[in-house]
């Protein structure tokens, strides 16, 4: 053996699939998407390049597997949130919207792929992905038709859309915070505490 090449590994099926999408993760936070290749990938985890295919047949679908556990880990944090309407909708939104920025700032690498341009304009989504991704932002929509004023104009179609608009203003501040087009996080959470409060005023 080459002493350039890390000693294989003894794995279980499951762990290498775990392990490719962990250190994938870890290389892309180092030298990102464009410079991952599944050579390299199987190369660092100690595989052959067979060992990795049997897992993911090319590098887009690795790329939506790491997206998917990043919908997974989004919603064991944030899921629970979303169960009941709360008393103080303000203070929520405002807890929520923390929450979320702070996700989105200690998850980046995977909040990329979750949101971002390799996947869903270069790449390809699986259906799996597609699948997540739509159940996540459902159970936010559905929470926030939930909040709205039973005699609310509309209200299905109005639901939709402070949905949207809410989530798209989560995910521009957490955009500006990871792109480091702002670096002071006191600066977005003070943006995500006005957020928070015009967005229940226009609620009610």
Known sequence: ??????????????????????????????????????????????????????????????????????????????????????DDLESWFRGFSHAYIDFAQNH?????????????????PTETLRDISFEAFQCYADFVKKCLPEDHFNQEQDALRVAQVSWSSLHGLSRLLNDGVYLDKAAINSMCDVAARLLVQNMR
């Open 108 to 124: 980046a690498e995977q909040y990329d792929l979750m949101f971002g341009r390799p996947i869903w304009k270069n790449g390809q």
């Open 1 to 86: 053996m080459s002493k350039n090449m890390p000693a294989k590994k003894n794995y279980h099926h499951g762990d290498l699939r775990q392990s490719l999408i962990n250190e994938a993760t870890r290389m892309i936070a180092e030298s990102g998407v464009e410079k991952l290749s599944m050579r390299g990938l199987a190369e660092g985890v100690g595989v052959s390049r067979t060992a990795a295919y049997h897992h993911f047949k090319d590098k887009n679908e690795l790329l939506c597997a790491i997206a998917e556990q990043g919908f997974s880990q989004w919603y064991d944090k944030m899921g629970s949130r979303l169960k009941e309407v709360p």
